[in-house]
């Protein structure tokens, strides 16, 4: 982003520059901030469809669910516009609705996927593992689905069984404060708070943005897991 915002003030922004800015603060989690660039875009084309729904993405995320809706819908229909709207209706609880833009999913992956998340929102993490399976077993790079597997096995309280998935993707990403937090969970479920807070220790010896990400998460699960060892 800084070679991006320099290229802006030295005069030699275009379009392109601002759409990478606002692509790579939405990547970084700033929300408001990619927000702001394609508002800033949208002045100038107000009929960019792209432009709108990327919006909606950005204002999802923010928590401010109607003005997502109102962006979304001003693109013509499309399967990013379904996706929006499909994970819209379960925030607003429209069961009709949700059920009219499940329907419109195809067997694309990135709809697939979506469906998952909203069958784990739900509570249905047999029928979210199931999806993931699916696709990773024409995946098999898409690693971070064992994450989510591994998730919902935990959620239905099979501990051992999460472990072994996580294990596959921990392999290669031994930093990842989602992952290694699940493991920390999974620990404190089958064996102790003592086990967990070892693992959990690991991540703060790590410098990384990964670590910045969760510091707040991993504060409070060791705060958890150091109170059950003294009771």
Not at 73 to 93: D, G, V, Y
Not at 108 to 133: C, F, P, T, V
Not at 168 to 184: F, M
Request: hydrophobic share 40%.
């Amino acid at each position: 982003m800084t070679i991006l915002e320099f290229n802006r003030h030295s005069g030699e922004g275009s379009e392109l520059n601002d759409r990478w800015l606002s692509y790579c603060a939405f990547h970084l989690g700033d929300y408001k901030r990619a927000l702001e660039e394609y508002e800033r875009m949208l002045k100038k084309n107000p009929t960019d469809a792209s432009l709108w729904l990327s919006s909606a993405c950005c204002l999802f995320f923010l928590g401010m669910y109607t003005e997502a809706k109102d962006a979304a819908e001003k693109a013509p229909e499309c399967p990013l516009q379904t996706i929006i709207l499909f994970h819209l209706s379960h925030k607003f609880s429209d069961e009709k609705l949700l059920m009219s833009y499940h329907s419109q999913l195809q067997d694309h992956i990135e709809d697939q996927l979506s469906l998952a998340s909203i069958h784990y929102l739900r509570s249905h993490y047999q029928e979210a593992i199931d999806i993931y399976k699916r696709i990773l077993l024409d995946n098999r790079e898409y690693l971070a689905l064992n994450v989510y597997v591994a998730m919902c096995y935990y959620k239905l309280d099979y501990y051992d069984v999460s472990q072994e998935v996580l294990a596959v993707y921990l392999q290669q990403h031994t930093d990842s404060v989602i992952a290694v937090n699940l493991k920390a969970c999974n620990h404190f479920k089958l064996y102790n708070g003592k086990a967990a807070e070892a693992e959990l220790k690991s991540l703060q010896d790590i410098s990384s943005s990964s670590f910045t990400f969760g510091c707040d998460l991993i504060r409070h699960n060791l705060m958890m897991c150091r109170r059950h060892t003294t009771l």
